[in-house]
């Protein structure tokens, strides 16, 4: 336990270090968490496309091995820092920071970090993010959320991404919402589909709402005189 500590003790301290470059920048940082094969990625290159006039964008990914992910997004237009974990199974505070010397972060822009495919570990590391957003497909289990409760309650947005597939899958949505409520009571919960739109101007109206208040309540502070 003292080492887990110690470890978590030591992510902070970059997450704080991260969070405070945020603040300088005006950058607004998402940290996407999810099980591998959610869309994430999907969800982030349709995003990227539908929000760019609007706010710049750059995106942090992180998986394994392979640079595919970064790729997908650069080609949709976005700058893209890849980092790979190796044996590692969730990106940390101190990832982050190395990934950031990289990327140029424009005033008033958004930070897409999407994290490793992995629905545990993610869930204790702090990246210096305003939110944590999980993302969920139809494909998977509606008892994900009682499975894996740490990650749902550490997020503050679930999206439910693949609503095109519900007339072809077993999935419950409602039954699943219920279960999500009962790990985190205010946790926010949409369905979305990276494939057709359904549900992203949601989204997206979630996001703009949610960054225009973290940029008021991290506005410079004006000096007395």
Same mark, same amino acid.
């Given at each position: 336990?003292?080492?887990?500590?110690?470890?978590? !003790?030591?992510?902070?301290? $970059? /997450?704080?270090?991260?969070?405070?470059?945020?603040?300088?920048?005006?950058?607004?940082?998402?940290?996407?968490?999810?099980?591998?094969?959610?869309?994430?990625?999907?969800?982030?290159?349709? /995003?990227?496309?539908?929000?760019?006039?609007?706010? +710049?964008?750059?995106?942090?990914?992180? !998986?394994?091995?392979?640079?595919?992910?970064?790729?997908?997004?650069?080609?949709?237009?976005? +700058?893209? @820092?890849?980092?790979?974990?190796?044996?590692? #199974? *969730?990106?940390?505070? *101190?990832?982050?920071?190395?990934?950031?010397?990289?990327?140029?972060?424009?005033?008033?822009?958004?930070?897409?970090?999407?994290?490793?495919?992995?629905? @545990? #570990? +993610? /869930?204790?590391?702090?990246?210096?993010?305003? *939110?944590?957003?999980?993302?969920?497909?139809?494909?998977?289990?509606?008892?994900?959320?009682?499975?894996?409760?740490?990650?749902?309650?550490?997020?503050?947005?679930?999206?439910?991404?693949?609503?095109?597939?519900?007339? $072809?899958? !077993?999935?419950? @949505?409602?039954? #699943?919402?219920?279960?999500?409520?009962?790990?985190?009571?205010?946790?926010?919960?949409?369905?979305?589909?990276?494939?057709?739109?359904?549900?992203?101007?949601?989204?997206?109206?979630?996001?703009?709402?949610?960054?225009?208040?973290?940029?008021?309540?991290?506005?410079?502070?004006? @000096?007395?005189?």
């Amino acid at each position: 336990m003292r080492i887990e500590r110690d470890i978590l !003790d030591k992510n902070n301290d $970059h /997450a704080a270090q991260n969070r405070a470059r945020f603040m300088q920048t005006g950058t607004f940082a998402l940290n996407f968490v999810s099980s591998p094969g959610s869309g994430k990625t999907s969800l982030l290159v349709r /995003a990227i496309g539908d929000l760019r006039e609007r706010f +710049p964008v750059a995106v942090i990914e992180g !998986d394994q091995q392979t640079s595919n992910d970064a790729e997908r997004i650069r080609a949709a237009g976005a +700058p893209a @820092v890849q980092i790979n974990t190796g044996k590692g #199974c *969730h990106l940390d505070a *101190h990832m982050v920071a190395h990934g950031l010397e990289k990327l140029k972060l424009e005033r008033g822009g958004l930070l897409f970090i999407e994290n490793v495919g992995n629905l @545990v #570990c +993610p /869930a204790a590391f702090d990246l210096g993010e305003a *939110h944590k957003v999980v993302v969920l497909s139809v494909t998977e289990g509606q008892d994900k959320p009682l499975k894996y409760p740490e990650m749902f309650a550490a997020s503050d947005l679930m999206l439910l991404n693949k609503a095109d597939l519900l007339p $072809h899958v !077993d999935f419950d @949505v409602t039954g #699943c919402v219920a279960n999500a409520l009962k790990i985190n009571p205010d946790l926010q919960t949409l369905l979305v589909s990276a494939r057709t739109g359904e549900g992203l101007p949601a989204f997206y109206a979630w996001l703009e709402g949610r960054a225009a208040r973290w940029a008021r309540a991290n506005a410079p502070k004006a @000096v007395a005189e």
